[in-house]
């Protein structure tokens, strides 16, 4: 086998190695609202046996209802930390993930990340008389070795 030859394969192997070790996938979704119920924009499932990264990002914008202006509008960028204990999705150390960036011309309008069962979840809330069309995506990191 030439020099170059064995390099390649060498190359070849840690990023195989790598890829092995280190997954990521994105999550998308929409949703709309039509008054302040909490409803589920994504659903993240996690499987045992890894630690995951999850960070998210939130548009809303409301498209109608009887309260409100007509250019309301929000942005949420969420992030937490999770693993698997005992078969149930936890927040990394317990802590509460972080909402790194919220603004909102509506105050009552959130998105937050939840677990249920196995699921991390994002979860937003509108205002009562508001429609209002939520979009989000997350970019998920997991490692399981």
């Known amino acids: ?10 190359s070849e192997q840690v990023y195989k190695d790598e890829v092995r070790l280190a997954f990521g996938h994105t999550v998308v979704g929409r949703v709309v609202t039509t008054d302040a119920t909490t409803t589920t924009l994504l659903s993240i499932p996690l499987l045992a046996s890894r630690t995951f990264l999850v960070e998210v990002r939130v548009v809303a914008r409301r498209t ?33 993930p972080a ?23 994002v979860r937003v809330t509108g205002t009562a008389n508001n429609n209002v069309t939520w979009v989000g995506k997350a970019s998920v990191m997991e490692v399981n070795q």
């Open 1 to 10: 086998m030439s020099q170059r030859t064995l390099l390649q394969a060498e």
């Open 64 to 96: 109608g209802g009887a309260a409100g202006a007509t250019d309301d509008g929000a942005v949420y960028v969420l992030v937490g930390g999770y693993t698997m204990v005992g078969g149930v999705a936890t927040a990394i150390s317990g802590t509460t």
């Open 99 to 121: 909402s790194l960036f919220s603004d909102e011309d509506q105050a009552g309008w959130v998105a937050t990340l939840d677990v249920s069962g196995t699921t991390v979840r």
